[in-house]
């Protein structure tokens, strides 16, 4: 994928590589501001087309420590975070070529990788190697501007998750952040079958109106 | 149904579903382009709530650590290819590594003249995975479910008491549902099957054949 190269010039970084020792517990925001997020996926265009490990140690202050932070908020101990973490960024390295910016958001292709390191590791499981987003192209190839919407629809999709209503909110954070089956957020919540699948339901239509209310 | 789907596909984004049904899942995706989207608002929800999480400081030695892994192995990710002509038009590709020779080389089992069935093989020993073969105008015995039944029509379609299914489409049937579903005439049916329990033969004939049902 060589269109990262061709139109991404990228200043020196000016991220301290290798902070050691101080712990500048700076008030970091968590979320992504867009231009951010454009220069972490220019990182990952670094690493797909010259292996450029500075780039890498960039991508990994920032998201490793999300990563982990991930993992633990479903359970896992700091090491095992830690261990997943590294798992992710080492996939993230090895097929930075195949992601695809104007497809899905980085923040998205790096919670799939995550997703799937969690499956492997902490479950030791099989799972179908396919992933929705690896799918060869077909009639739903995004179109050549798809990438700038793609960045406004995230941040969208962000502050419509935060609009909806706190009991449809938490089953989706269950799931995502927990890798909880719908089954099970209703044990664990003590609530009937029918109203977790109802909460679930209410949110996708939800987040899918807004979604679809975004395109053009 | 199309309901149940969404929580399909939700615990698929979230990855909480188990291999059977996830297969299940993967090939209705292959299959259809609006599964699809919608998988990508779900796995794009799954990605902002990660990018909201707030930061856990790593240890000072994980990225040496790191860097010191890379390319230190020669992982490459290559999808699965398709083991023949036949399985490439036939199958999706997630079927493509449970069947290494091509449908020839699954292990096929006759019921009566115009039913066959091969097993794929699953890891996960809880579900069973089954390509169900079914000639044009013919059906499978009436039958309900002791667990959910989740059908993807690969080729063909079928019909039963509920209605009809076409390429790509995905039924879900749990015990509650009796059914007698019927290839479409003219074109032979191909189905993945995925149970997470055995399929229950009713009627006079299934009393023979229920204890010969290998699960």
């Known amino acids: 994928m060589t269109q990262h190269a061709a139109t991404i010039t990228i200043d020196p970084a000016p991220a301290p590589w290798r902070r050691t020792g101080s712990k500048r517990r700076m008030k970091q925001r968590a979320v992504t501001s867009p231009e951010q997020a454009r220069r972490l996926e220019a990182l990952v265009g670094l690493i797909a087309c010259h292996r450029d490990r500075n780039a890498f140690i960039e991508l990994f202050q920032h998201f490793a420590p999300r990563l982990k932070a991930f993992m633990m908020r479903g359970g896992a101990d700091p090491e095992t975070a830690e261990e997943i973490a590294q798992e992710a960024m080492i996939t993230v390295w090895n097929k930075a070529e195949q992601f695809d910016p104007s497809r899905a958001a980085l ?100 987040l899918r109106g807004m979604v679809e209310g975004h395109q053009p | 149904m199309t309901a149940d789907l969404d929580l399909l596909l939700l615990d698929y984004a979230s990855g909480a579903l188990q291999e059977g049904p996830a297969l299940a899942v993967a090939t209705k995706l292959a299959l259809d382009p609006a599964a699809r989207a919608d998988m990508r608002l779900l796995e794009a929800t799954g990605g902002a709530l990660f990018d909201g999480v707030e930061p856990e400081a790593v240890s000072e030695s994980l990225l040496d650590a790191t860097l010191d892994r890379l390319d230190g192995e020669s992982t490459r990710f290559a999808l699965a290819l398709p083991p023949d002509d036949e399985a490439r038009r036939l199958l999706p590709a997630p079927l493509w590594r449970y069947a290494p020779r091509g449908l020839d080389g699954l292990q096929w089992k006759q019921w009566g003249k115009h039913v066959r069935e091969a097993t794929l093989p699953l890891a996960d020993r809880r579900y069973r995975a089954t390509l169900l073969h079914i000639k044009g105008g013919h059906g499978v015995m009436r039958h309900t479910h002791r667990g959910t039944e989740y059908t993807v029509v690969l080729a063909g379609s079928f019909h039963d008491e509920d209605g009809r299914y076409g390429t790509g489409a995905m039924q879900i049937c749990d015990g509650t549902i009796r059914h007698r579903p019927i290839a479409d005439e003219g074109q032979d049916c191909l189905c993945l099957g995925v149970l997470d329990a055995p399929m229950h033969f009713t009627g006079l004939l299934g009393r023979f054949i229920n204890p010969k049902v290998r699960f």
Do not use: C, Y
């Open chain 1, 107 to 206: 923040s998205t292709w790096i919670f799939t990788i995550a997703r799937n390191k969690r499956i492997d590791m902490l479950r030791r499981q099989v799972r179908p190697e396919i992933d929705a987003l690896d799918l060869p192209g077909g009639d739903d190839v995004p179109p050549p501007d798809a990438r700038l919407e793609l960045t406004q629809a995230s941040a969208d999709l962000r502050g419509s998750i935060a609009l909806l209503p706190p009991e449809q909110r938490q089953v989706l954070q269950l799931a995502f952040f927990e890798d909880k089956s719908h089954g099970v957020i209703s044990v664990e919540l003590g609530l009937p079958l029918g109203t977790v699948k109802s909460r679930i339901r209410l949110a996708l239509a939800r």
